[in-house]
């Protein structure tokens, strides 16, 4: 126990330390830095040195004797920079600090003369680029991890107002940094909280500002998505990104799959208690930090959750999100476009044209006419149209799907928010991590391109669209219960007004 | 605050299930495994895959979906390996593991066509060997950086038995090892622990096996280090190696400088008030892990506990160590034995064969003839004698000096155990960490080679050995007031009786 | 250090029970409920017992077998009551759970027959009323603390209702309770507690909701009021509340003594950094707890934070309060309605019927006239109007004046807000804590009755008035440089806008 | 969860304090000393007032103005006091701080012209003993909870070498104490704690001192009852009593119940899986306060571990001690020096005589001689011998069976160390915890006097005392099949070596 707890406070140091200067400042600061002017003498003086001059002696400083202090300098002076100043050094970093070519040539003859495991290793040396090894060392300095997911925050900033042979410099400088960020922020290194009501509140500011899929209005509308007894949210942090979280996932227990997230959210609903819900449903995820682009955290978080969950709710059976389909709309309008669509009959097309007044949803008898048709084209696209690589084109797909879930149910009119009906004509989504397919599924995706989806999802495809015919539909295993009762319980259920409303046979 | 409560206890997630498992075990882990073996069917059957089989399919796999899951299995699997399995596993991924050749071929080639950032980073990925990934993709699983650390000492204990070209390919993977583990154990990831009396025992079991330099015998013992007033004692840890410290050391706060571990040490002694101490002096620094050898601690350790200590207790003046001389009996042995040695006379020598009489330190007339000699002798070890690379022959000397500190002080009869005195026939030494001087200190010592030593320690060279003739004495910055007491204060002082007496002039 | 976490864990354990109940209940509770009433088969059958002889049990059980489950079921009980089940219970403990009359009276005459230690010690046991030892008892139960601190709210309640001699009874339980409480939540058992923005945001949301003083909004306003540099907020807890303060007070640190509440609150403010303040400005103290009123804390906490203010910003030099007036504007009604009013001269009431018109104070004009009319009124009201028990009428000043506290300063138009004018006409006044002059201060309030003022304040008096020529002002001890200050100061000024302009010579 | 954390971190103001206090001493100390001499000027000068007289001050003082370092004071003053000091202020207690006798006759008068809920509060309130309220003002300073403990034990040491009217004066006080510190200590207050390897070695130092039962003779013994995966200790703490247990009990996971204490601690035992264990062994049970003698624990904290460990291992079925005989040999000395004892025939005694040789345990031939008689002696020993108030000889039988707990099993020779033999000729025996059952047996015990005891354990009483007979055997309910099992399987099974061995038929 204790000694869990003793481990705990071992991380408090660096961040009571930092709040302390934040809180006090003035004259301790100005002593520190005094300090670190001792200990890096050569940045006394009236002529300041630059900062690639500094980078080098931070790189060719046989010891260690004043790494930490000179690392917090080049940080400081990197946090004073103005725009032109932070493109002016980025490519300092990406001509300035590559590999030394002159050891690379070297290091491939040794190689090349005399191939083996010790040359290639010269030869990986000698290719590293020198800022590798310098972001290495401004991780010395307290902050350091932060700062350099911040430098990269920036180098998007200037790689997006940046062209040709500058541009392929400074991606470059960004595969350095997601290599060792990617590094760094290894899942092994990432710890898994509760998110929940008695949670910090500096914390829970940031969930409302890094929510990305359904906007958090204020204090009144987080208190409703963490305090009830039926939410639950977790938050991947790692230990040196104080206070600040990585990814985040929200979580709704329920009695069922649920086919709306207005419903999900509504102010007066009626919480439940944990233990009765059957279902988790994974209704929000937002990765929060631009700078750890591309590195992958959602698959870890969501089989997490799913394993806590587990542990301490043993009737929940079901994991499913309730997704958005951001690219729905936009592609639709192209299908609704073009003189010939394979997905869109001229019929349909005239049915889908009340799509383009406003509130067309609200009138139920435009909605029960649109509602097969919609349904039929979100089947075909997400079943058969395909984008880069014969890959789905919708990316909320791509992400569950890669991580071995199945497209489950459509949901019509699930979502009617503005950002609903514009992305997605309302459309939503479930997909479902069922713990025993995830690797079938997962390799069926990643080494055929299948889109592996129930039956009640495939069913909205025409019938004469003979989509299914290629492949027989995937045979429920003996047992797999959970599967059966979900696919064919929602095709078979009475319809329900806004989610899902099934044709006429 | 409860911020940093919050972030406190966001470690204990790992933690605790990892102790609940080894509590309860039996049926929870089973269900575990079972879990596990559902995500990788391909363990499944009678047939067990090799380990390298596995490996290689945990680097290809495209998504994660089941990475953690499999490198927990790659680690349980080389848990059960014996000395042998061990061996021919280290063997694989020395050589199954490198790089590509034909990859690395072509990026070769590529990068010569036309040289550049894109090519460049091509080609450092081509070289770098495939255990590299394979080592950050075993982070996944939960216990993987220990796991990691934990192998390298196996690879260590198979290095000492391999030869030949063998042995180059373990130690490319030691290599690779090194690489990685220097990025994560970064002291940007470190965190400062105080270690004291209300420390979990846990903790402290390990304080007490850890100790290389002065043996801790026993509970009492360890609760004399750490409970009274003017002890202290500072641990590194890394957040994913729980309750076990990478380096300690261990302070006591003094009047003045020490000169004798024994008295400070002694267990009737009389502690002070830290308030009232105005030296700080390091008395047993020992790294802990050996699968970390070659990451450097050390340094960054003595650093930081200055600077809390200066926070903490504004009194304090001077950091100083009481240091071993590890290497001094076994250098003196050999220069007693040359016929013609450049640093004792016969005199010399007949006055040292009393060394040769277990129990000569005891009786103070021949206590009193060797002194003179024996601190000669030592001056000239640590001023003159050169060992590889032309450093110091003493390792706590090299590592002291590496660091910019000042030897500052002998120290005969420092240390009467057993093994001080085989060692080092007793002598102990002080180096002094004078913050303004460090940077300048590691400078004389890093570019020029010279060894920062106190006017009364080179005074113990003889007079007519010219050592200090060749430069003149480091004269002593204006307001320099500490070097200047401790220096001369020391000759100047009235004899002490069993430290560093000095000769009649 | 690892000491005190573990020491903190400690509490943990109820907490986290009590909230893994509240999330999970169903199946869970149930079993405990089960549990109970295995311990206390006496409740099972048909026929549920009511609560007064449940607790005559629970006070009769000779061991402690039971005591646990029967505390829990007799609250639960009592949670189940409606206003009439409370009332009648209330008056059941009024009057079946007093002393035993006939033991009483035994032990009047035993120690009539024999005073002495003994017979007082038996007649005080006998004299003691059975409901104090139930009290006791229900502690015994999870939550029993909160639960008997909620059963004083309820009869606070029902005694408002109730007349003659039930209320009597009442008032006796009412006693009992306070006697019990006030040894419950000694100071001695409180823990005090930086309230910041990293609190846990349950603990905040009370913060607002218990804020008496000047209504904290929303969360923006909370954050303004705890996240800038310059802001402190400290509350007392009891370790058996949980997540509920009982006191607590707000803190500004300003470079000199406010005379306005709207410029310490406006929104757009720039902050100063801690360390340049000289001064901490206590501008809201509310208490939490009605169930805990007549138990006093405040007089604890300034002083609690007075000392940690001091020790962690050493440049702290006054520690001073801003404010509210509450029963000015009542006061000042009266004395305008008087024909012949001993403070206010006939063309003074001309002036002051100003106040009557809304809007008065944005008049510059008007202001200027009103101001020193109003302070000369204010200065009577503090200095020479008396209340009940000789003491001053307003409330606010009875307790800092009761702290050992000075009247530092009158601030014309401190308070804009309608509050502010309604109950005060703008008028806030600051306190002075000076710790040299505190127990001197507190002995001439306590046992002289004597307002201890500054000049500044007692000079708002008219000359003809005379009040000061009795005693001599205080004369400030030599090297009271602070005294000085403030209250010259504040004289010579020139004068401040909105804060005690001062009538020309 | 962090909010628990937020609770978790509150405690540690105090403690942190005290210990940098302890830490640093000398100026830090001496500028409270100074702060707090400023804020009881009567102290300061020349003549030190005697503590009687602080103590008047303490009660007196109408405001809290100075109360904290009053108290402060008074505990210093307490501190420095010699044993006669102790003495004499103890006796200022008794005789200057009880109730004032005018008053209380006032207040009898008062009660007995109108007996009434008012006029006996009144009474109450002038009988109790002054010294009451001067105790709780003591709890304002930091460690005043600590230090009336301290004050109670100083008690006990006086009142031991006391005689007289003196004596019953020092009675008083402590009823007094009793009466306050069963208030603070209430069940209520206390916080269980899992103590175990991994928690602060400060603690566990106080497990090894307080340890009552089985001596723990080092760190390695401790280690062995803490860390095994079959151990487990729970202690309770007060939150104002830092790092100091109140009570603990160390509970060994077995297979079945035990009947040697030798066999449960042997150094060399595998331990088996927590989840494999059916029983939770109670063997060891330590107050640890001197000074809180009188305010009962153990009963709370058996029926709260029962609670904790039924929910961490649901296997676990059945809750048992092991616990020592400590008045058996005395009793049986007296029984065997009885010309005609109604226990012993003198066949008994002339077997028993074996008992006087030191031994005699070790003899497999008088072992089974002794067995049976001494086995009889034992049952008669706890079934028929009475004590005073006719409850059972055995100081610990009193406490289980009080507790609801029933005698188990008599085990032969299960404690062979010098004490268990000394005290009890090695007999050990079982008290079982069966949760359905021990408000009945409460009951019986408590109200009927009876002894609940197994068959097993009556039959060991001779078929012609007809101890039985009176009374049939407890009929086991339905599904009472523990007790079937355990009473019954002990006498059927195969006879175990060294416990409980039957006698043939």
């Given at each position: ?421 514009a992305q997605a004509h309302g459309l939503m989504v479930n997909y479902l991590y069922k713990l025993d397919d995830i690797e079938t599924n997962h390799e ?62």
């Amino acid at each position: 126990m204790s000694s869990s707890t003793f481990f705990r406070s071992m991380l408090t140091t660096i961040a009571d330390r930092g709040r302390a200067l934040l809180r006090r400042h003035g004259p301790m600061v100005e002593d520190l830095l005094e300090d670190a002017a001792k200990l890096m003498p050569s940045a006394k003086g009236p002529a300041r040195r630059d900062l690639p001059s500094l980078c080098d002696t931070l790189l060719t400083g046989r010891g260690e004797a004043s790494g930490v202090a000179l690392a917090g300098q080049i940080l400081e002076r990197w946090a004073e920079l103005d725009a032109a100043g932070q493109r002016a050094f980025l490519l300092d970093l990406a001509y300035r600090f590559g590999p030394d070519p002159i050891k690379l040539d070297k290091a491939i003859d040794a190689y090349r003369a005399a191939p083996g495991a010790g040359t290639a290793l010269a030869l990986h040396n000698a290719a590293e680029a020198r800022r590798q090894e310098l972001f290495r060392r401004l991780n010395l300095a307290p902050g350091g991890t932060e700062a350099v997911v911040r430098m990269r925050e920036a180098l998007f900033r200037v790689m997006a107002e940046t062209q040709g042979v500058e541009k392929a410099g400074l991606e470059a400088v960004d595969a350095d940094l997601n290599h060792l960020l990617a590094s760094w922020f290894n899942r092994g290194f990432l710890v898994l909280r509760h998110i929940d009501w008695t949670t910090p509140a500096n914390i829970l500011e940031k969930i409302i500002q890094y929510e990305a899929v359904h906007t958090i209005r204020d204090w009144d509308d987080l208190r409703r998505r963490l305090a009830p007894t039926d939410r639950r949210c977790f938050a991947f942090f790692h230990p040196q990104l104080l206070d600040d979280p990585l990814i985040f996932v929200e979580v709704a227990l329920a009695p069922d799959i649920p086919a709306s997230i207005d419903a999900l959210l509504a102010e007066g609903r009626a919480p439940i208690a944990a233990a009765d819900a059957t279902t988790a449903v994974f209704y929000s995820i937002s990765n929060c930090q631009e700078g750890l682009r591309g590195v992958s955290f959602g698959n870890f978080l969501i089989k997490q959750v799913v394993e806590d969950l587990r542990g301490e709710l043993p009737n929940l059976r079901t994991f499913v999100t309730l997704s958005p389909v951001p690219s729905f709309a936009g592609w639709l309008a192209k299908e609704r476009a073009k003189e010939a669509s394979a997905v869109l009959a001229p019929a349909d097309k005239a049915i889908l044209a009340a799509l383009d007044h406003s509130g067309w949803h609200l009138d139920p008898g435009t909605a029960a006419t649109v509602s097969p048709v919609l349904l039929q084209a979100a089947a075909h696209y997400f079943l058969k149209a395909k984008g880069r690589g014969n890959k789905p084109v919708d990316p909320v797909a791509r992400f569950h799907l890669g991580n071995g879930a199945r497209l489950e149910r459509l949901n019509f009119l699930g979502d009617l928010s503005p950002k609903g009906l514009a992305q997605a004509h309302g459309l939503m989504v479930n997909y479902l991590y069922k713990l025993d397919d995830i690797e079938t599924n997962h390799e069926r995706y990643a080494d055929r391109g299948e889109v592996v989806a129930a039956a009640a999802v495939r069913r909205h495809l025409r019938a004469d669209a003979g989509v299914d015919e290629a492949k027989p539909p995937t045979k429920p295993k003996a047992g797999d219960k959970t599967a059966e009762k979900t696919a064919d319980g929602t095709a078979k259920r009475a319809p329900r007004p806004r989610a899902d409303p099934q044709p006429p046979a």
